[in-house]
């Protein structure tokens, strides 16, 4: 059972471009989790997608940023016009459904590695 | 709003000895609080939960407190390793939903032998 995969590993962005970031979440979890983590800083909650459905997005920047989990195909969190201070890793987390015994835990993928020139 | 604090940035034991972490809270009242270990590029990785109305849990080397009246977990590793070494992040839900956590910046061990 593959774990939660993202890509690309590592993206490099000039300022102004658009980045396209992508989570596959483990197979069987329907939840999956957006984080930022700055040099230096902890893991800050960006959103929390169910399929097709933006459940909290309260972490997430009111500008620039975006974040879908279509009924096919992975998640997507889209950074338009990036800035440096967009430069960062940003994990993806998928878990199971409610009424599952491991429900609550959360299971990471590698990250991207963000920068922007 | 909830703030979450991990009191050492970096704790450095000898191998065999036991590592004492402390993660404490405010404003809030957590239904679970959670531990992970991430390693250096990496992403965190799930070791414990614990309830509120739990005051201890264990897997092999690890153990976890719960105080809600206090505020605080402390996570322990005994017999500890080099292999142990990294950074250990507490997390705590953001409501009561149990949905998005909210992350410590994380307690950095290292172990030497």
């Known amino acids: 059972n593959a774990g939660v995969m993202q890509n690309p590993r590592h993206l490099v962005r000039r300022r102004g471009q658009e980045a396209r970031l992508r989570c596959s979440p483990m197979?069987?979890?329907?939840?999956v989790y957006w984080y930022r983590q700055l040099p230096e800083e902890g893991l800050k909650f960006m959103v929390y997608?169910?399929?097709?459905?933006?459940?909290?997005e309260s972490g997430m920047p009111k500008e620039r940023f975006s974040a879908e989990f279509p009924k096919e195909g992975p998640s997507i969190l889209r950074i338009q016009q990036v800035v440096r201070g967009d430069s960062a890793a940003y994990f993806c987390?998928?878990?199971?459904?409610?009424?599952?015994?491991?429900?609550?835990?959360?299971?990471f993928g590698p990250g991207t590695r963000l920068t922007v020139l | 709003s909830q703030k979450i604090e991990q009191n050492s940035e970096a704790l450095n034991i000898q191998e065999g000895k036991t590592a004492t972490l402390t993660c404490n809270y405010t404003n809030y009242s957590p239904a679970y609080l959670q531990w992970y270990r991430q390693d250096p590029g990496r992403g965190p990785v799930f070791l414990l939960l614990i309830r509120e109305n739990e005051k201890e849990k264990r897997k092999e080397r690890l153990k976890v407190t719960f105080d809600t009246t206090l505020k605080q977990s402390l996570f322990h590793i005994t017999a500890s390793q080099p292999a142990d070494s990294a950074t250990y992040l507490c997390?705590?839900?953001?409501?009561?939903?149990?949905?998005?956590?909210?992350f410590g910046k994380g307690t950095t061990l290292s172990v030497s032998s």
């Open positions: 987390a998928s878990s199971p459904a409610v009424g599952s015994s491991s429900y609550n835990e959360q299971f």
């Open positions: 997390a705590l839900d953001i409501n009561q939903a149990g949905t998005a956590l909210i």
């Open positions: 997608l169910q399929k097709e459905n933006i459940i909290d």
């Open positions: 197979k069987g979890h329907s939840h």
